[in-house]
């Protein structure tokens, strides 16, 4: 199973970012999705998760900001990030729960890490 994240970059205060990642390879389900960030010198955070179901949650630093959604049938999760803070510059990451195979047990999976870099 590969996890590919894109869609970081530079942006100015007050702009926005959309992440993409997309999971491949032997996939049965993915009950959970996520993005998670790492400032430098900080600890990996939660961003944004959503289940297959369509629940989502959202850490402090994104609510208002950021919406976490996925699509099921293509295994991808994005994340809209609107009215970014310089604060919230990072490398962020790409998680999914998966089972691979009908009545096997769940595995984590990351993304190789996305950078995102908000100037003031």
């Known amino acids: 199973v590969q996890l590919q994240a894109s869609g970081g970059g530079l942006v100015q205060a007050g702009g926005s970012l959309r992440l993409s990642c997309a999971a491949s390879?032997?996939?049965?389900?993915?009950?959970?999705m996520a993005w998670y960030r790492q400032a430098p010198g900080k600890q990996r955070e939660l961003v944004a998760s959503?289940?297959?179901?369509?629940?989502?949650n959202l850490g402090d630093s994104g609510k208002g900001r950021f919406t976490i959604a996925r699509d099921n049938a293509k295994n991808t999760v994005n994340l809209q990030m609107n009215s970014l803070k310089p604060q919230d510059t990072a490398v962020y990451y790409c998680?999914?729960?998966?089972?691979?195979?009908?009545?096997?047990?769940?595995?984590?999976?990351w993304g190789q890490g996305t950078l995102v870099t908000v100037s003031s």
């Open positions: 390879g032997s996939i049965f389900s993915i009950p959970v």
């Open positions: 998680y999914a729960l998966i089972r691979q195979y009908s009545g096997s047990e769940y595995s984590t999976h």
């Open positions: 959503i289940t297959s179901t369509g629940s989502t």
